[in-house]
């Protein structure tokens, strides 16, 4: 029960009965509704530096986005125990979830139409006019998931909330980037057989980001479509400021990056089959996200982070979702997200929908 979708807003009958059931230990954390980590930290004397306090900068920074200093306390401490609850490592890479959430759409007679770049969004009455590189749609609803700066330059006029859409906008530019290194790396002799991740920090009284904090995700041995036999691969990410594409800025966290690796983890580093940078860059080319933004919405302490927690069209028939939106940054996440949206959309018009081409 605890992981349906259903317990997050909009609530249904049964999920309101569960919230009702647990409230008494809600009670508690209400206080620090809004308020930074560190506070909780400092109230239970946990506020020493030292090995545990780099462990919460660390988990923090990779899940809502921003360090103990800074994160809201009841959106930290819900992701804090998050290694040992659940998460999962998908084989053969998150291309297989993409490829699961095809069949599942196909399987209910949808259609996946690649290749196709939507290049620009018009009202017309009660209809949307959707216009691709290579054909028109009419639908009466879209969803559109894209960063908040590339709705707003795709739609053409206003919408019916700007106000919300430039929040949205501003609060995704209060982000990161990241820059990465794709590697395939010679497994070490001793290497446990499953996936691995690891978090490397070289100095942790300077701020983790441009190279400084180093996420690994390692593919497990038995996943030979994407490795030969004795190597693995290695995603390499770490958090970069805003906007900075400079190539000899992004040229020099990358050498960071390689830096921290060869000390902090030399058994992964042994023999290196092959290497990919990636940048902001890369991300804006390949995903369509203006300026390479990831990681959706910090979630730095503040009232506001609970103020979209009820999915709203911007216009009539037009939706946002994906990492921007609450509940906001990760595959489970979004894809919450998108539950949400797809829940109201058809609680209140009753689709499915016709599509004319
Ligand atoms: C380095 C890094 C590591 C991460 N690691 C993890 C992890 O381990 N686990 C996890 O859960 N999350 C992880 N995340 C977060 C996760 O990747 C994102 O939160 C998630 O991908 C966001 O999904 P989205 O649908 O909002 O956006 P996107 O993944 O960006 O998807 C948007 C899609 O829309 C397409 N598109 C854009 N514009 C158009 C257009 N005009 N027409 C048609 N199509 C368009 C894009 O090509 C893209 O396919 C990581 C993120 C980064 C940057």
Partial sequence: MLNDPELLPPLSGGSLLSHLRRSPQYLGLLRWLGKPLKKVLEAYQLDKPGLFHSFLNATCQITVQCGVEEAEALFALSTLDYYFRGTQHIRGGLGELAKGLVQAIEKEQGDVLYTRRVKRLTRSKDRWLVETSKENFEVPVVVANVLPRALNQLIDGPVDDPERLKRWEKSVETGWGACMLYRVVKRPENAKPGACHIQLIQ???????????????????????????????????????????????????????????????????????????????????????????????????????????????????????????????????????????????????????PIDR
């Fill in 203 to 353: 100095d942790p009284t300077k701020a983790l980001q441009d190279g400084n904090h180093l996420f690994c995700s390692i593919s497990g041995k038995g996943e030979r479509d994407r490795a030969p036999e004795g190597y693995a691969t290695m995603t390499v990410s770490t958090h970069v400021k805003h906007g900075d594409k400079r190539p000899e800025k992004i040229e020099e966290i990358q050498q960071r990056m390689r830096q921290g690796l060869k000390v902090l983890a030399p058994e992964w580093g042994e023999s290196i089959l092959y290497e990919v940078p990636g940048s902001p860059r890369t991300f804006e080319r390949f995903t369509g996200r203006p300026d390479g933004f990831v990681g959706g919405v910090p979630r730095r302490a503040g009232l506001g982070n609970y103020k979209d927690l009820f999915p709203k069209s911007l216009s009539k028939g037009l939706y946002l979702v994906g990492d921007s939106v609450f509940p906001g940054q990760s595959t489970l996440a979004t894809a919450l997200g998108g539950h949400r949206v797809a829940h109201t959309i058809l609680r209140s018009s009753g689709g499915p929908f």
